[in-house]
């Protein structure tokens, strides 16, 4: 909350309470009265609910200043602050909630109505530590939540969680193609698979945070690049177009799955921002040149030796 919170906020406004509420569970609010004073709440359906005479007791009231209260406020209250019990509910808790057998009906609160009604009414000192409590807590919030996102470092999910959702992504595609799946995409996915394990096993050997990736992988995972297998675009003359023209982002070589077999190709730093930017800008080139083939072959790369495989 940005505006400065105190007792005479909380009693005032409506939109401020409901707003300080939606930080707690039941749970919590139950500890924060428990700080103020003892109460017992009976077990219905699983969560925690008293009596109008029990939360009366509670705030040292008395039960028709809860009654009014409620009266005049109701439609602030939702269903996971209060209900109405009557019929066979009732006669199913009436041992629970210790009520006459000549009660007709009988309101219940949970933890979180009562913070409610700590919020609300002005004639009890209980309910003024509550408040203060409630101001502490909530005015800390932002604070938390501001050193929450200060702290946070964005992540890939762990690798068995991305194997298993693209496991499932590719079940679901088969089964909306009937199984019938072209078998270069098969292979690719399979090839993917395997890759993305052994780098993750690499990685867990040698304790490393680096990502080595070739540089068609690097377009379509990092740039959203799609890469085709033929055409003015080729993947490997993409592959030959970084090597050609962008030599210093490196010359290592992988032993990696292509078409389902073991190939050396060319992979680089991307954990390197350096290398990462020089990519991004290499592959930025070939996709908006015309003719990168042209291109390729007027720098002579094709003269000497076959182009390597590059994914």
Known sequence: MNLPLNQSVLLESRTLRTSALTNFESDKALSILSKAKAIIFAVWNGSGWATTAQIAEYFEVSESAIKELYRSN?????????????GQVLRDVRQTFCLSPRTPKARVFS???????????????????????????VAAIPNTIASQKQNHIPALPPVEQRLDTFVKAMKTLAELTGGR???????????????????????????????????????ESELGKKVPLSGAHYRGHLGTW???????????????????????????????PAVAAGLTKAVEEFFAHPS???ALRQAGAFASKKEKVSV
């Open 74 to 86: 109701q439609e602030e209250f939702n269903l996971q602050e209060t209900e109405t019990l009557a």
């Open 111 to 137: 933890p979180l109505g009562a913070l409610r009604i700590a919020m609300l009414l002005q004639q009890s000192e209980v309910a003024a530590q509550i408040r203060t409590i409630l101001i502490e807590i």
């Open 181 to 219: 799946l072209n078998p270069y995409m098969e292979q690719n996915c399979k090839d993917f698979a395997a890759n993305l394990i052994a780098d993750y096993n690499r990685q867990s050997l040698t304790a490393t945070e680096e990502r080595w990736l070739g540089v068609v992988n690097f377009a």
């Open 242 to 272: 970084v090597r050609t023209f962008y030599p210093q982002l490196g010359d290592r070589q992988e032993t990696r799955l292509v078409n389902g077999v073991q190939q050396p190709i060319y992979v680089y730093a991307c954990h390197d």
């Open 292 to 294: 990168p083939g042209a």
